[in-house]
């Protein structure tokens, strides 16, 4: 894999996504020695943790102009503009503008919980089209619950991953009662498609915390937001076991890449037809929070 590439929802153009410390994900998941790194020391908690702390210091502010540039971050879309963040990390969950992200307000609607590149898969199947020959999702290790994994047998996954350049709050995509939040431990691999293509495990191997959203027409939906390398902590903002707005925050992700997962029932929902395709093709598509993803099934 020499470079990732999506699909630009508005357009509907391929284009070809900038990644920071593009060299040094390659050299960790595809590179022998870059291998023996990545599972001695990168995917290790400390490492996350100690560099989680360092944007968190009034110095790791200068990292922020140049980011802002390198990436073309739209800073329009801020509350505040880029001199007025007391840290990398303030500035990395940085608040929108509500005119910002309109949310899709039609009644039988599912939208997009965050910003980034989603995968939908029908049946939780087809993943072959997107990672590499061979691979199952296994709901049985991503929730650690029987339960639940037989609820959501022959349900639809989506997987919305955040780059850096992303906006990193993620927010609720129906409205419903939403549960406490569990916590699963777990490692810190990265979850750039340069890791996740041939590493699907990465998903129930990262540390990951999920809830259920329960909805008045589409059932039960779960929400899992995965950890990744560099993801200094996941923070839960939401009241639990509360009734949520269609859109309201949930929480949000310090510095890193990171993964939101939606489960949703079986023929609860339709996806809509444009993200199925270009998963089918094998690519990623942009999507904002607030966006039409599904069509709640009657």
Known sequence: ???????????????????????????????????????????????????????????????????????G??????????????????????????????????????VSPADGKILAFENIRGLDSFFVKGQQFSLDKFLQNSMLSNKYEGGTLLIIRLAPVDYHRFHFPAEGKASASTLINGEYFSVSPYAVK????????????????????????????????????????????SDVKKGQEKGWFK?????????LEKDKAQID???????????ETSVKIGVHIATIRA
């Not at 599972?39 to 989680?52: D, E, L, Q, T």
């Not at 303030?90 to 509500?98: G, T, V």
């Not at 510095?255 to 489960?263: A, D, K, P, Y």
Request: hydrophobic share 35%; charged share 25%; glycine share 8%.
């Open 1 to 71: 894999m020499d470079y990732i590439e999506y699909i630009d929802r508005e357009s509907g153009q391929l284009q070809k996504e900038t990644v920071p410390g593009e060299g040094w994900l390659k050299w960790l998941y595809h590179n022998p020695l870059g291998k023996l790194a990545l599972h001695g020391i990168v995917k290790r908690k400390f490492i996350s943790k100690w560099y989680g702390k360092k944007m968190d210091t009034a110095d790791s502010k200068a990292k922020i102009p140049g980011f802002v540039k390198d990436l």
């Open 273 to 283: 037809a444009d993200i199925l395709a270009n998963t089918g093709n094998g690519f």
């Open 198 to 241: 041939n590493m699907l495990n990465v998903y129930w191997e990262n540390k990951r915390e999920y809830s259920i959203l329960k909805t008045p027409a589409a059932g039960d939906i779960l929400l899992c937001e995965v950890g990744a390398t560099m993801v200094g902590s996941i923070e839960q903002t939401y009241t639990p076991d």
């Open 73 to 110: 971050i739209d800073m329009d879309e801020a509350t505040r503009p880029v001199e007025d963040y007391d840290s990398f990390n303030d500035f990395f969950i940085r608040e929108l503008k509500p005119e910002a992200r309109p949310i899709d307000n039609a009644p039988d609607s599912i």
């Open 255 to 263: 510095f890193g890449g990171s993964t939101v997962i939606m489960l």
